[in-house]
């Protein structure tokens, strides 16, 4: 169930299968193994401006099926301008318990949900029933599995930091302070994989420094390392949930150098 709830809205935030942005050669299912699931594409329509992106665990068990659609970019700024396909996600969104029974049904537009949500206990009884426009959530209603309504608390929690968002911005500023006299250091992208715990499971620095060297690289991984607890005898974030189940999720630090000057910028700060 936990591997379902982490598949939910991976494809909100990113299109894994980009595939279909960059040929539209082939109407055979295409199959694509990731690392403990697979997905299978499938082009719909006369066109094949529509498919299905199918996920299954390792042990072929059906997980989530998305519908996207390929549109037209242009890039105006090109001579003569240049229209790439785009795939965008589109249409109804389902995702299975391990027994086949749904758990989740969903509408997307353009990439963000929108139209109702409703979200099903193990029996097939509605525990979560919600409505979106163009992303935003503009009602829901959760039920017991009785069928009486309760309070709903939020569908996804993304993590927490535990301690001040101030202490954290002074702490990496100061650890990092000697990459401000750089002058080839830019903008520097730290991504942390917040486990279920609440602990940093991985860390991804990425430098748009030119160049993004090595050293630049470990001393960000030591800063991160090193960082302190800033709560005593706790984790220093609160993990993501999903439907009240903590979830692996990823938390991102922006660091911008200005003027000999680090500048860093948390999420929601």
């Known amino acids: 169930m936990k591997t379902c709830l982490l598949l939910i809205f991976l494809s909100v935030f990113t299109n894994k299968s980009l595939k279909a942005q960059n040929s539209l050669a082939s109407s055979i299912p295409a199959i694509t193994q990731h690392d403990g699931y697979f997905e299978k594409l499938t082009y719909l329509g006369a066109n094949q401006d529509y498919y299905t992106v199918s996920t299954f665990l390792t042990d072929s068990t059906l997980?989530?099926?998305?519908?996207?659609?390929?549109?037209?970019?242009v890039n105006p700024y090109t001579s003569p301008a240049t229209i790439t396909k785009v795939a965008t996600h589109q249409g109804q969104t389902k995702i299975f318990y391990p027994t086949g029974q749904v758990?989740?049904?969903?509408e997307y537009s353009h990439n963000v949900l929108h139209g109702p949500l409703v979200i099903y206990?193990?029996?097939?009884?509605?525990k979560r029933r919600e409505r979106y426009k163009s992303g935003d959530l503009l009602t829901s209603q959760c039920y017991t599995l009785q069928g009486d309504l309760q309070t709903c608390d939020l569908l996804y929690r993304a993590p927490?930091?535990?301690?001040k968002p101030n202490q954290?911005?002074?702490?990496?500023?100061?650890?990092?302070?000697?990459?401000?006299?750089?002058e080839q250091v830019r903008d520097i992208t730290i991504t942390l994989t917040i486990n279920e715990l609440g602990q940093i499971a991985k860390?991804?620095?990425?430098s748009y420094s030119n160049p993004a060297n090595s050293e630049l690289i470990s001393s960000v991984l030591e800063a991160v390392q090193a960082m302190p607890r800033w709560k005593p005898n706790h984790f220093n974030w609160q993990p993501a949930t999903m439907d009240g189940?903590?979830?692996e999720?990823?938390?991102?630090?922006?660091?911008r150098r200005k003027q000999g000057f680090l500048y860093v910028y948390l999420p929601h700060s």
């Open 63 to 73: 997980y989530r099926v998305d519908t996207y659609r390929l549109i037209d970019r």
């Open 160 to 163: 927490q930091f535990m301690g």
């Open 249 to 255: 999720e990823a938390w991102t630090i922006d660091i």
């Open 168 to 182: 954290l911005k002074r702490y990496l500023t100061q650890r990092l302070q000697a990459l401000a006299q750089r």
């Open 121 to 126: 206990y193990a029996d097939g009884s509605i």
């Open 203 to 206: 860390t991804d620095v990425k």
């Open 245 to 247: 189940v903590a979830i």
């Open 103 to 106: 758990y989740l049904t969903c």
